[in-house]
């Protein structure tokens, strides 16, 4: 439950934590100093081939991956420009980035879009794996987006539901 409490109290301190870092102003320590150290590191080159790379696909730019799942409902990218500064900070998982998950996607360009899910459900008999993140679809509305990925690992099909994991969803009340 501790370990619960923290990460639940970690995820409630990102407005705060964002509204403390400016573009072209936090600088890359800044950035370490509010959220720690990222999931993932992204290249400018690892993430040119993405519908929206804007400042992330820039000479020198790396992006900061912090994930909020399996308990949240937001992944941040942070991106770093080649000078050092924060050029970029997103909250990816949205409907308008869903909307850019394509039929014939690798598993790879979407990780690069969305972050690391929050579960990964290997389907043996149908040879096909499931990717899900928790998200918030407006106030009090969660639900989760599942891409579901063929034995090549391309995109097959998207969809979203709602996360009946929730208080209050359907009546679910913890």
């Excluded at 969305?114 to 679809?137: N, V």
């Excluded at 969660?142 to 891409?147: S, W």
Aim: with cysteine.
């Amino acid at each position: 439950m501790g370990l619960l409490s923290a990460l639940l109290g970690l995820v409630g301190c990102d407005p705060q934590r964002i509204a403390q870092l400016e573009e072209g102003v936090a600088t890359e320590a800044d950035v370490r100093t509010k959220f720690g150290e990222p999931e993932k590191i992204w290249s400018a080159a690892d993430l040119s081939g993405n519908p929206f790379p804007g400042a992330a696909a820039q000479p020198g730019a790396r992006t900061f991956e912090y994930n909020r799942q399996p308990q949240g409902q937001v992944n941040y990218m942070i991106t770093i420009a080649a000078d050092g500064k924060m050029s970029a900070l997103r909250q990816v998982l949205t409907p308008q980035n869903f909307a850019l998950v394509l039929p014939g996607m690798s598993m790879e360009q979407v990780r690069k879009m969305l972050g690391k899910p929050m579960k990964i459900t290997p389907m043996a008999l149908k040879r096909e794996t499931h990717y899900e993140w928790r998200y918030s679809d407006g106030p009090n509305t969660p639900r989760i987006f599942r891409v579901e990925f063929d034995s090549d690992l391309k995109v097959l099909r998207t969809g979203s539901v709602p996360d009946e994991s929730q208080p209050g969803v359907n009546g679910n009340v913890t």
